[in-house]
């Protein structure tokens, strides 16, 4: 039999047989698993970390139904209220029995046995004990006999004792073959943990043998086959058994110790709901190859972490701190530095029609998610409804550089690589990151551009005091387009589950290849975070910004301010609200937000004769293939410009016509410098592109 080793009767006392007091041996007591508590002490779930037996927090006796007591008295102990540790009468009977082997017996009465289990010196061995030892056994029973109440000595027993595998006390044995806590034992449940202390391995017929006996002994109205049915239930039953674990991952970052109890800023309640609509969701999204999820809310003052949902509770992969690739939701910094450094404005004219950007890796092709160009829009548009050209566009104009700087510096230290290795494609969200620091990154704006560390446990510290990383104006106006659903209209429509009926800003994202689906925002008080997808990296099917993550952040959204509202942040110092008109009209008419000096009451778009000459293309480095499947006489490249009237082409050096048309040129392999030149011959721009193709590898040779 398995005993919990208690080592406090030596160390405390001095002496072998000092019997240590009740208070020394209950706070001495451990159990194998650790508590996770939320932030109001209520336990959310306990981690096994001891693994030799299997022990949960200590029962008191007025906890534990009265119906174990006196099955274990009957047959462990009938008159362990009348002797004084030791039953003599008992004991006389027994080494009569034993000396003629008649009806082999033993007479360790419950005191005597909690001396044994207390005291690792008491204990029988393989050899049984010796007289020395029962002699000692004795002494100590008696000295906890009087030194503690009958009440005591029972509460110890039932929580120390072990009653089947590796399960000691009560606690461990109730929910581990009953799925029920001490209090609800039956009595015919009661006569079964009472059957098992004498042989905890026994197998179920002798289980069942002692079992209707002691229910007979009892009086109880069950019969022998009804108790013989719950005892092949309860010994098939896997030990302690739990339901969905609400925080595992939470559970293996805070817990370490065997007996601990750790208080975390997370909401019991609040977490049980996220990871129930989680869970629903994913259920309905079954159907589209959506398997996984995760979900993490944010208190926007202290970075206190309320919700924390790895992977809706099952498996081991933890989605909150899991890289994968954000997509669209990256956008919000990129257009908060191009306003900050007062590149553009909300009200700002954003050419959304195909753009082609030469790499040294080849061309860059961006495409809206809806494969359509809405012509020109403005910032406000661009970023509410998530067009992808404009933003490619914008961090052209912004630099790479200067945006991976700034993602680095709102916490996404996942960013490990330099700016070229990412390429344009940051602005759509290539790189990959961890949805709570993405989320950390969107409470960053939420508190008007100063970021903080986020806590989980109550005792950690914030890393630093929160510091200001973006422009509170800048952060004023991407909040405030994050909140329009009229801006968002475009693509997503007016009634959507983005469109809360509180102050809410948020961002949805879809990453390459549709694996992954996110939705990030914030109100007053609290930044939600949820992302859905497939930890083994399968593309979903179908589903939309809209459709996947949103539900789930509309729904805990809604539940964190059922019964508070969320207010639009106050307008900071150097912003202003200025009434626009577009010329032509290509939106209407509206209040826009502007940071002091960019305002502007017209903001008219600039015709092809007022803007400046640029070569469309070929663009800047760019590497033109031959066909080799077109023959050569037919082969042709259309040089294309803006504001070409009155220039012309010249290619090499040599002038080939006018430039306010495309011209066809017939591409010969190598490298080319094309320019637009004015009446003078002087060059108004250039570009050097490269042609390669069959011919250019036989001169090559």
């Not at 309640?269 to 993490?296: C, E, K, S």
């Not at 405030?480 to 801006?487: E, G």
Request: with cysteine; hydrophobic share 45%; proline share 5%.
């Amino acid at each position: 039999m398995k005993t919990i080793i208690f080592t406090i009767a030596l160390a405390l006392a001095g002496a072998v047989h000092a019997a240590p007091t009740f208070d020394e041996v209950r706070a001495a007591y451990r159990s194998s698993d650790a508590e996770l508590l939320d932030r109001h002490g209520e336990a959310i779930q306990s981690l096994r970390i001891d693994m030799q037996v299997r022990r949960l927090p200590w029962v008191a006796l007025n906890d534990i139904s009265p119906a174990l007591p006196a099955a274990v008295l009957q047959a462990e102990d009938q008159r362990f209220y009348q002797h004084d540790g030791v039953d003599w009468n008992a004991a006389a009977k027994a080494a009569w029995d034993n000396l003629f082997r008649t009806r082999p017996r033993g007479a360790s009465t419950i005191t005597m046995q909690l001396a044994a289990l207390l005291d690792p010196a008491l204990q029988s061995s393989a050899q049984g004990r010796s007289w020395g030892q029962k002699w000692d056994q004795v002494k100590a029973a008696r000295e906890l006999d009087a030194q503690w109440s009958k009440q005591q000595i029972m509460e110890a027993y039932l929580n120390m004792v072990s009653y089947r595998g590796e399960l000691q006390g009560v606690g461990a044995a109730a929910r581990g073959m009953f799925a029920k806590a001490p209090s609800g034992l039956d009595a015919s449940e009661a006569v079964i943990l009472a059957s098992l202390l004498r042989g905890p391995a026994a197998g179920q017929k002798v289980v069942s043998q002692r079992a209707c006996a002691l229910s007979q002994e009892l009086r109880l109205p069950s019969t022998c086959s009804e108790i013989q049915l719950r005892i092949v239930v309860a010994m098939g039953r896997p030990q302690l058994a739990a339901n969905l674990p609400p925080a595992p991952q939470v559970a293996q970052q805070l817990l370490t110790r065997s007996g601990q109890a750790v208080r975390s800023t997370l909401d019991a309640g609040l977490q049980r709901y996220a990871q129930g609509v989680l869970r629903q969701q994913l259920a309905a999204l079954q159907g589209r190859n959506v398997n996984d999820g995760a979900v993490v809310v944010l208190d926007n003052a202290t970075g206190e972490i309320l919700a924390y949902v790895g992977n809706a509770g099952g498996g081991e992969v933890d989605g909150v701190a899991a890289l994968r690739q954000a997509g669209s939701t990256l956008k919000p910094f990129l257009y908060e530095l191009a306003l900050e450094r007062k590149q553009l404005t909300a009200a700002s004219l954003m050419d959304d029609t195909a753009i082609d950007i030469s790499t040294p890796s080849g061309m860059y092709i961006p495409q809206n998610y809806d494969k359509n160009f809405k012509g020109y829009v403005s910032v406000r548009t661009s970023l509410a409804s998530s067009l992808n050209v404009p933003a490619v566009r914008t961090l052209v104009m912004s630099g790479m550089e200067r945006f991976h700087e700034r993602l680095r510096a709102v916490g996404l230290s996942s960013l490990t690589q330099p700016a070229e290795y990412y390429g344009y494609s940051l602005a759509l969200g290539s790189a990959e990151v961890s949805l709570l620091e993405l989320s950390n990154a969107y409470r960053t704006l939420a508190n008007g551009g100063m970021y903080g560390a986020v806590t989980l446990a109550q005792v950690q510290q914030a890393a630093g005091a929160p510091h200001r990383v973006l422009d509170a104006r800048a952060s004023f106006i991407i909040s405030d387009i994050l909140a329009d659903r009229a801006a968002r209209s475009i693509t997503f429509g007016l009634k959507n589950e983005l469109a809360t009926t509180f102050w809410a800003a948020v961002k949805t994202g879809t990453s390459k290849d549709m694996r992954d689906n996110w939705c990030v925002g914030y109100s007053d008080r609290y930044t939600v975070g949820v992302w859905v997808g497939n930890f083994d990296g399968q593309s979903m099917w179908d589903v939309s910004g809209v459709s996947g993550a949103a539900p789930v952040w509309r729904d805990v959204m809604d539940y964190l301010h059922r019964g508070q509202p969320s207010r639009a942040p106050k307008p900071p110092a150097g912003v202003v609200r200025q009434q626009i008109a577009y010329e032509p009209a290509l939106e209407a008419a509206r209040g826009e937000w502007f940071i002091v000096g960019t305002e502007s009451p017209v903001i008219a778009l600039a015709q092809d004769q007022h803007r400046g000459p640029k070569i469309l293309y070929p663009g800047e480095a760019s590497t033109i293939a031959i066909d080799p499947d077109i023959p050569d006489a037919i082969q042709r490249v259309f040089f294309q410009a803006r504001a070409g009237q009155g220039l012309n082409w010249q290619l090499d050096g040599e002038a080939l016509g006018q430039a306010n048309t495309s011209y066809a040129w017939r591409p010969t392999p190598g490298p080319h410098q094309l320019a637009l030149i004015d009446a003078h011959d002087k060059p108004i721009a250039t570009t050097n592109f490269q042609v390669r193709g069959a011919s250019d590898a036989q001169h090559r040779e």
